[in-house]
C-alpha cells in the first residue's frame, strides 16, 4: 500500500446480500479477505484491461437506479391527487 492510509478516501459500494453472502462465504473458505480480492481486482483490470473486462463481461451488473425509489402510486399524496 502506498502513502498515508489516513489520506486515502474510503470507498464504498452496497452489494445485495444474495450477491454478497455466497462470494463472502467462497473467500472464507479459502482464508481470504473481501477487501483484498477487491484490490486485486484493481490491480489486474490497471494491469490488463481487455483482459479483465472481457473475463467479467459476462456478470457484468445492470446499472442501479440512482436516487430514491419511486414512491406507490396506489396511494398518491396531496401533491398527486388530481381535481376533475
Known amino acids: ?3 498515508d492510509q ?9 452489494p445485495d446480500p444474495e450477491e454478497f453472502a455466497p462470494a463472502r462465504a467462497v473467500l472464507d ?3 481470504l479477505v473481501l477487501s483484498d ?9 490497471a494491469a490488463n484491461p481487455d483482459e479483465a473486462l472481457a ?3 459476462a456478470h457484468w451488473p445492470v446499472p442501479r437506479r440512482l436516487g ?3 414512491r ?4 398518491p399524496g396531496p401533491a ?3 381535481v376533475d
Do not use: K
Not at 72 to 75: I, L
Open 29 to 31: 473458505a479459502r482464508g
Open 68 to 70: 430514491r425509489p419511486p
Open 72 to 75: 406507490e402510486v396506489d396511494d
Open 80 to 82: 398527486e391527487q388530481r
Open 6 to 14: 489516513r489520506r486515502q478516501h474510503a470507498r464504498l459500494f452496497r
Open 37 to 45: 480480492y477487491l484490490r486485486a481486482t484493481l490491480v489486474w483490470l
Open 1 to 3: 500500500m502506498s502513502g
Open 55 to 57: 473475463t467479467l463481461a
